[in-house]
């Protein structure tokens, strides 16, 4: 014999209800864009000055000796550089406000291709790749 409790029920249901109704829609492209551009803000306030300077360097000189490149080269590029200048590597979330930044100065723009991350704490997850406009040959 199973005993129902109605009142634990009910309240369960109740608060069930009101995730789903407070839950934004599965799929909503505006919404989403809306939200990572919040997430971006949100992280790059979170980074020091400092740090926002060497990742646009690390940017740049990634993109003057790559024709193209994904975030692996960067962290490659960021993580040493953040040590010689004395910077905790604080906010890696703050990387993607960045990259706008970077295509919007003109200095890379975003290609349709994308290359699996290297970086083991990034699971082999598809990275996008950028086109450097700065590139020199040397």
């Known amino acids: 014999m199973m005993m129902k409790h109605s009142g634990i029920d009910a309240e369960w249901r109740a608060a069930q209800q009101r995730v789903v109704e407070d839950e934004p829609p599965i799929l909503d492209h505006a919404l989403g864009r809306e939200l990572a551009t919040e997430g971006l803000e949100r992280s790059n306030g979170q980074a020091s000055p400092e740090w926002n300077e060497a990742a646009m360097d690390a940017i740049d000189e990634c993109g003057r000796s790559n024709r193209d490149f ?18 905790p590597p604080e906010n890696k979330s703050a990387a993607g406000k960045i990259f706008r930044r970077a295509q919007s100065e003109g200095i890379i723009s975003l290609t349709d291709v994308t ?10 997850k598809p990275l996008p790749v950028w086109r450097s406009l700065v590139y020199h040959v040397f």
């Open 70 to 87: 994904t975030a692996d080269d960067f962290w490659v590029v960021l993580i040493p550089m953040l040590a010689r200048r004395g910077i």
């Open 115 to 124: 290359r699996k991350s290297q970086r083991a704490v990034a699971h082999s």
